[in-house]
Protein backbone atom coordinates (compact mmCIF):
# COMPACT_ATOMS: atom_id res chain seq x y z
CA UNK A 1 0.00 0.00 0.00
CA UNK A 2 1.59 3.10 -1.01
CA UNK A 3 1.68 6.07 1.33
CA UNK A 4 -0.04 8.97 0.89
CA UNK A 5 2.13 12.47 1.28
CA UNK A 6 0.10 13.76 3.45
CA UNK A 7 0.93 11.27 6.39
CA UNK A 8 2.71 12.91 9.16
CA UNK A 9 6.65 11.46 9.06
CA UNK A 10 7.50 9.04 12.33
CA UNK A 11 9.86 10.51 14.19
CA UNK A 12 12.67 8.12 15.59
CA UNK A 13 12.16 7.26 18.68
CA UNK A 14 15.46 8.56 21.13
CA UNK A 15 16.10 5.11 22.52
CA UNK A 16 16.47 3.44 19.32
CA UNK A 17 20.21 4.24 18.83
CA UNK A 18 20.40 3.52 22.82
CA UNK A 19 18.87 0.17 21.87
CA UNK A 20 20.83 -0.65 18.64
CA UNK A 21 24.02 -0.28 20.72
CA UNK A 22 22.91 -2.61 23.54
CA UNK A 23 22.32 -5.06 20.68
CA UNK A 24 25.47 -4.88 19.27
CA UNK A 25 27.04 -5.26 22.63
CA UNK A 26 25.13 -8.05 23.62
CA UNK A 27 25.93 -9.98 20.43
CA UNK A 28 29.97 -9.00 20.96
CA UNK A 29 29.76 -10.41 24.33
CA UNK A 30 28.01 -13.59 23.28
CA UNK A 31 31.03 -14.11 20.25
CA UNK A 32 33.55 -13.69 23.07
CA UNK A 33 31.84 -16.16 25.33
CA UNK A 34 31.70 -18.59 22.62
CA UNK A 35 35.43 -17.91 21.01
CA UNK A 36 37.24 -17.77 24.99
CA UNK A 37 35.00 -20.28 26.90
CA UNK A 38 33.98 -22.87 24.34
CA UNK A 39 36.91 -25.66 24.28
CA UNK A 40 38.96 -25.11 21.42
CA UNK A 41 38.20 -21.44 21.18
CA UNK A 42 40.35 -19.06 21.88
CA UNK A 43 44.04 -19.96 22.32
CA UNK A 44 42.79 -22.70 19.75
CA UNK A 45 44.25 -25.57 21.60
CA UNK A 46 41.60 -26.07 24.20
CA UNK A 47 44.59 -26.32 27.05
CA UNK A 48 44.48 -24.64 30.28
CA UNK A 49 46.54 -21.30 30.89
CA UNK A 50 48.37 -22.89 33.75
CA UNK A 51 49.32 -25.75 31.25
CA UNK A 52 53.32 -25.66 30.26
CA UNK A 53 54.41 -25.01 27.15
CA UNK A 54 55.11 -27.98 25.41
CA UNK A 55 56.63 -29.00 21.52
CA UNK A 56 57.75 -32.42 20.39
CA UNK A 57 61.45 -31.97 18.31
CA UNK A 58 60.80 -33.48 15.16
CA UNK A 59 63.77 -35.22 14.14
CA UNK A 60 63.26 -36.82 11.06
CA UNK A 61 60.20 -37.27 8.81
CA UNK A 62 60.36 -39.52 5.72
CA UNK A 63 58.12 -40.07 2.61
CA UNK A 64 57.47 -43.78 1.66
CA UNK A 65 55.98 -44.09 -1.69
CA UNK A 66 52.97 -45.82 -2.54
CA UNK A 67 52.78 -48.48 -5.91
CA UNK A 68 53.57 -45.69 -9.37
CA UNK A 69 53.93 -43.06 -7.48
CA UNK A 70 53.89 -39.93 -10.26
CA UNK A 71 53.00 -36.85 -8.77
CA UNK A 72 54.70 -33.90 -7.08
CA UNK A 73 57.39 -33.77 -4.52
CA UNK A 74 57.15 -36.82 -2.14
CA UNK A 75 59.35 -35.62 0.37
CA UNK A 76 57.45 -32.01 0.73
CA UNK A 77 54.36 -33.87 1.40
CA UNK A 78 56.13 -35.69 4.13
CA UNK A 79 57.53 -32.78 6.10
CA UNK A 80 53.90 -31.16 5.67
CA UNK A 81 52.03 -34.38 6.98
CA UNK A 82 55.43 -34.71 9.79
CA UNK A 83 54.53 -30.83 10.72
CA UNK A 84 50.40 -31.62 11.16
CA UNK A 85 50.92 -34.86 12.64
CA UNK A 86 53.52 -33.12 15.47
CA UNK A 87 50.59 -30.41 16.16
CA UNK A 88 48.24 -33.22 16.94
CA UNK A 89 50.65 -35.36 19.11
CA UNK A 90 52.13 -31.83 20.61
CA UNK A 91 48.27 -30.97 21.93
CA UNK A 92 47.29 -34.65 22.53
CA UNK A 93 50.48 -35.19 25.36
CA UNK A 94 49.54 -31.97 26.79
CA UNK A 95 46.57 -32.77 27.60
CA UNK A 96 47.35 -36.52 28.89
CA UNK A 97 50.03 -35.16 30.89
CA UNK A 98 50.77 -31.69 31.63
CA UNK A 99 47.43 -29.84 31.85
CA UNK A 100 46.77 -29.39 35.28
CA UNK A 101 42.91 -28.86 35.19
CA UNK A 102 43.10 -32.61 33.05
CA UNK A 103 45.11 -34.47 35.53
CA UNK A 104 44.15 -33.21 38.74
CA UNK A 105 40.43 -34.16 38.04
CA UNK A 106 41.66 -37.46 36.37
CA UNK A 107 39.40 -36.46 33.17
CA UNK A 108 40.75 -37.19 30.12
CA UNK A 109 37.84 -37.68 27.77
CA UNK A 110 39.72 -35.04 25.45
CA UNK A 111 42.60 -37.62 24.90
CA UNK A 112 40.70 -40.32 23.99
CA UNK A 113 39.19 -37.77 20.90
CA UNK A 114 42.48 -38.14 18.81
CA UNK A 115 41.90 -41.52 18.62
CA UNK A 116 39.34 -42.95 15.91
CA UNK A 117 36.07 -43.30 17.45
CA UNK A 118 34.86 -47.01 18.22
CA UNK A 119 37.48 -49.70 18.61
CA UNK A 120 40.46 -47.92 18.88
CA UNK A 121 39.05 -44.97 21.21
CA UNK A 122 37.57 -47.99 23.30
CA UNK A 123 40.88 -49.49 23.64
CA UNK A 124 42.65 -46.32 24.69
CA UNK A 125 40.38 -45.29 27.66
CA UNK A 126 40.87 -48.85 28.25
CA UNK A 127 44.44 -47.95 27.99
CA UNK A 128 44.20 -44.98 29.91
CA UNK A 129 47.26 -45.48 32.81
CA UNK A 130 49.40 -46.13 29.85
CA UNK A 131 48.30 -43.07 27.17
CA UNK A 132 47.62 -40.58 30.06
CA UNK A 133 49.28 -39.48 33.76
CA UNK A 134 46.16 -41.20 35.33
CA UNK A 135 43.43 -41.23 37.04
CA UNK A 136 45.13 -40.74 40.73
CA UNK A 137 47.65 -38.39 39.56
CA UNK A 138 45.93 -35.23 41.13
CA UNK A 139 46.35 -37.31 44.56
CA UNK A 140 49.93 -37.80 43.77
CA UNK A 141 51.80 -35.16 42.55
CA UNK A 142 51.62 -31.00 42.62
CA UNK A 143 53.09 -30.11 39.67
CA UNK A 144 54.29 -31.41 36.31
CA UNK A 145 56.43 -30.02 33.90
CA UNK A 146 57.42 -31.11 30.73
CA UNK A 147 61.76 -33.21 30.08
CA UNK A 148 61.90 -33.05 26.43
CA UNK A 149 60.28 -34.91 23.51
CA UNK A 150 61.20 -36.47 20.28
CA UNK A 151 59.08 -37.31 17.40
CA UNK A 152 60.29 -38.92 14.01
CA UNK A 153 57.19 -39.46 11.25
CA UNK A 154 57.27 -42.22 8.47
CA UNK A 155 54.43 -41.18 5.78
CA UNK A 156 52.91 -43.17 3.05
CA UNK A 157 52.52 -41.02 0.07
CA UNK A 158 49.89 -42.21 -2.74
CA UNK A 159 50.45 -42.31 -6.59
CA UNK A 160 48.70 -39.21 -6.75
CA UNK A 161 51.30 -37.30 -3.88
CA UNK A 162 48.61 -37.38 -1.35
CA UNK A 163 49.40 -38.75 2.19
CA UNK A 164 47.25 -41.39 3.58
CA UNK A 165 48.94 -42.97 6.40
CA UNK A 166 51.69 -42.74 8.81
CA UNK A 167 53.69 -43.94 11.65
CA UNK A 168 55.03 -41.95 14.12
CA UNK A 169 57.75 -42.57 17.28
CA UNK A 170 57.53 -40.59 20.01
CA UNK A 171 59.15 -40.61 23.27
CA UNK A 172 58.38 -38.02 25.82
CA UNK A 173 59.58 -37.13 29.02
CA UNK A 174 58.08 -35.40 32.13
CA UNK A 175 59.17 -33.98 35.79
CA UNK A 176 56.06 -34.77 37.83
CA UNK A 177 56.94 -33.30 41.80
CA UNK A 178 55.41 -35.85 44.49
CA UNK A 179 53.27 -34.62 47.18
CA UNK A 180 54.14 -36.45 50.26
CA UNK A 181 56.33 -38.92 48.22
CA UNK A 182 59.63 -39.01 45.84
CA UNK A 183 58.97 -37.34 42.17
CA UNK A 184 58.47 -39.00 39.49
CA UNK A 185 60.14 -38.81 36.20
CA UNK A 186 57.69 -39.70 33.50
CA UNK A 187 58.71 -41.37 30.32
CA UNK A 188 56.13 -42.18 27.54
CA UNK A 189 57.50 -43.83 24.28
CA UNK A 190 56.12 -45.57 21.01
CA UNK A 191 54.36 -45.45 18.33
CA UNK A 192 51.16 -44.26 16.81
CA UNK A 193 49.61 -45.58 13.75
CA UNK A 194 47.58 -42.65 12.34
CA UNK A 195 45.71 -41.67 9.27
CA UNK A 196 44.38 -38.98 7.74
CA UNK A 197 40.60 -38.05 7.79
CA UNK A 198 38.29 -35.29 6.43
CA UNK A 199 38.90 -33.62 10.27
CA UNK A 200 42.94 -34.24 9.91
CA UNK A 201 44.92 -36.80 11.32
CA UNK A 202 44.04 -39.28 13.99
CA UNK A 203 45.10 -42.47 15.35
CA UNK A 204 44.14 -45.87 14.96
CA UNK A 205 46.43 -48.12 16.62
CA UNK A 206 49.56 -47.20 19.17
CA UNK A 207 52.30 -49.39 20.69
CA UNK A 208 53.29 -47.38 23.82
CA UNK A 209 55.00 -48.55 27.03
CA UNK A 210 55.55 -46.17 30.38
CA UNK A 211 58.92 -46.82 31.78
CA UNK A 212 58.11 -43.91 34.68
CA UNK A 213 60.58 -43.82 37.40
CA UNK A 214 61.53 -42.28 40.83
CA UNK A 215 64.09 -39.67 39.78
CA UNK A 216 66.79 -41.56 42.07
CA UNK A 217 66.13 -45.19 40.96
CA UNK A 218 65.91 -46.42 36.88
CA UNK A 219 62.82 -47.39 35.37
CA UNK A 220 60.44 -50.05 35.68
CA UNK A 221 59.02 -50.66 31.86
CA UNK A 222 55.29 -51.13 31.78
CA UNK A 223 53.13 -50.80 28.24
CA UNK A 224 50.09 -51.36 25.96
CA UNK A 225 49.72 -51.89 22.47
CA UNK A 226 47.01 -52.01 19.75
Known sequence: ???????????????????????????????????????????????????????????????????????????????????????????MYSLA?????VWQSGNYATVFGFFDQGAAADKAKGDASTLTLGQDAGKRFSTVQ???????????????????????AVKFQAKATGKNGPSDMVVSKGQYFMHIL???WTILGYSVSRNDHPLESGPTPSGSSS
Open 198 to 200: EGG
Open 97 to 101: FLDPD
Open 1 to 91: MAVSPEAPKTARPRWLPYAIGGGVLAIAIVLIVIFVIKPGGGSQTGLSPKTPKFDFQLVSTKAILGADHTNGDPQAVAQKAGNDIKTVLDR
Open 146 to 168: PAGGFLAVKVLVDKGGTPVSATA
